[in-house]
């Protein structure tokens, strides 16, 4: 069912189309996560923006945001994002996060690592991204945990820190320009036809198993790139 921003539904309406109870909504809205109903006398409307923020709220509690992260992610949002922009945003999100940055005391950092690590091997790991410093707070964040092992392995190598930190710099400019064309490819080419048809209820499926499909096969597809890619050059140079 196409949502739309003018829709009027009242706070008990809405609640029940989002799968929500009223006190729910009423939290939200008093976290700054829902834009203020609209006005008809002493009465509350609510419209299909605020049950596509709704929508977005619950899929980012399920890929487990918390509630501080979810109302960083909304605030980077344009206040007047239309349903259809929030569904968009809510269909990219979904594919790509599977995995949640986890913060950790040093003693946890030990304890996950299998060993003590120092804090010239900690400031390594910073440099490469795989740790963060977190202001205010003795805790060190990682992003992706299951970079750290990655992370050590690499430092075992001892090779030049500058080094590591230069092809860092090379992976990641590259990498974030295939994720902004592949992104925007497939809503072009996926989500946005699926909006403009009025998101029929008989492709909502397809188009989740889409999005589900394509992390898993995108990354697939990179890897393989990348290893005849290195071969080719290996290759050209011998």
Do not use: C
């Amino acid at each position: 069912m196409l949502r739309t921003a003018d829709e009027e539904l009242t706070i008990d309406e809405l609640a029940a189309r989002a799968g929500v109870t009223v006190r729910t909504v009423r939290f939200y809205s008093s976290r700054g996560l829902l834009p203020p109903p609209r006005l008809r006398g002493r009465l509350g409307l609510y419209g299909g923006d605020h049950l596509a923020r709704l929508d977005l709220i619950r899929e980012l509690q399920a890929l487990g945001f918390t509630l501080s992260a979810i109302e960083r992610h909304l605030a980077r949002l344009p206040e007047d994002a239309s349903p259809d922009d929030l569904a968009l945003q809510r269909a990219l999100i979904a594919p790509w996060t599977d995995e949640h940055a986890e913060d950790l005391e040093r003693h946890e950092l030990d304890r996950r690592a299998g060993r003590h690590l120092d804090d010239e091997l900690v400031d390594q790991l910073i440099d490469l991204g795989i740790l963060q410093r977190i202001p205010g707070s003795t805790a060190l964040r990682a992003p992706s945990p299951a970079m750290l092992g990655v992370g050590l392995q690499i430092l075992d190598l001892d090779l030049p820190s500058e080094m590591l930190v230069q092809a860092k710099a090379i992976v990641e400019q590259h990498t974030a320009q295939i994720a902004a064309e592949l992104r925007e490819l497939f809503a072009a080419n996926v989500l946005r036809p699926y909006v403009e048809r009025g998101r029929p209820e008989d492709e909502r499926e397809r188009v989740r198993a889409t999005t589900d499909q394509l992390r898993p096969l995108t990354i697939q597809v990179l890897v393989n790139g990348f290893q005849r890619a290195v071969n080719d050059v290996i290759r050209d140079h011998v």
